[in-house]
């Protein structure tokens, strides 16, 4: 277990509506008359949570660049998941394994978008390398919605390796580029499999690229030649849910 400061109210809210017994604390500023903030106090004491009040400048330290908005939790997420635990993850979910890799993703809001979508599909587990993705920071947290403790993460030392991985387990992989005339519409993305993103700005790497199984790209009749990544993000993984529903 690892304790982490939960900020702003929508997350703090989002933590005591769905694990309220891994919040240890509550912090208040000093003064805060928002009534959404008050509320969430009175249910943190109902529910027998310490809350603390606070000066601004302590509640400023503790969130980083993340917005507290006058609240802070402080939460015990539960052990982050290792590459040890994707063969039970991927055997546990069989035929509707749906894994999500994050080649680079290091913008701290794009990945809390994209771990917020990635909970909302039902990701088996969301993959990113150790030494090119950011951590779980207050700002994370704060852009998931409560995602980053519903979806396991798992950072890997060998993407590659990983990947080829997960092909040994019988999961198609996917990876997302703008420069193949293949359109996400046209692959299958039902039964067991992997859509890789790649960085902001460089897009997949080679050698992952070289290990995915299909390129494909998200067809754009616009002015715009790319997405950002976490609404590309979105937009594959409910494709993925939508042809495994059935839906046309």
């Known amino acids: 277990m690892s304790e982490h400061w939960i900020v702003g109210i929508n997350p703090v809210d989002g933590a005591l509506n769905n694990d309220a017994a891994r919040v240890c604390e509550?912090?208040?500023e000093n003064g805060q008359r928002n009534p959404r903030v008050h509320e969430l106090a009175e249910r943190a004491k109902a529910l027998k949570i310490p809350v603390h009040h606070r000066p601004r400048e302590q509640l400023d330290k503790l969130a980083g660049e993340a917005r507290h908005?006058?609240?802070a939790a402080l939460y015990e997420a539960p052990a982050m998941a290792t590459e040890g635990d994707l063969?039970?993850?991927l055997e546990r979910a069989g035929a509707s394994a749906l894994v999500l890799v994050l080649d680079g993703v290091t913008d701290p809001h794009n990945l809390g978008a994209c771990l917020r979508s990635?909970?909302?599909a039902n990701v088996t587990a969301v993959i990113v390398p150790k030494d090119r993705a950011v951590g779980l920071t207050p700002v994370v947290r704060r852009a998931s919605a409560g995602g980053a403790d519903r979806v396991p993460l798992i950072a890997v030392t060998n993407l590659a390796r990983t990947l080829r991985v997960l092909k040994d387990a019988g999961v198609w992989i996917t990876g997302l580029a703008g420069d193949t005339d293949q359109s996400i519409y046209g692959i299958d993305l039902k039964g067991p499999v992997a859509l890789v993103m790649g960085s902001e700005g460089e897009g997949l790497r080679r050698l992952t690229r070289e290990t995915c199984?299909?390129?494909a790209k998200i067809?754009?009749?616009g002015a715009m030649e790319s997405l950002n990544v976490s609404?590309?993000?979105g937009v594959v993984l409910f494709e993925a849910?939508?042809?495994r529903s059935g839906l046309r």
Request: overall charge negative; proline content about 12%; cysteine-free.
């Open 26 to 28: 509550l912090l208040v």
């Open 69 to 71: 908005q006058g609240v």
């Open 87 to 89: 063969p039970e993850l």
């Open 118 to 120: 990635a909970a909302a």
């Open 213 to 215: 199984d299909f390129a």
């Open 219 to 221: 067809p754009m009749p």
């Open 231 to 233: 609404v590309a993000t």
């Open 241 to 243: 849910l939508r042809q």
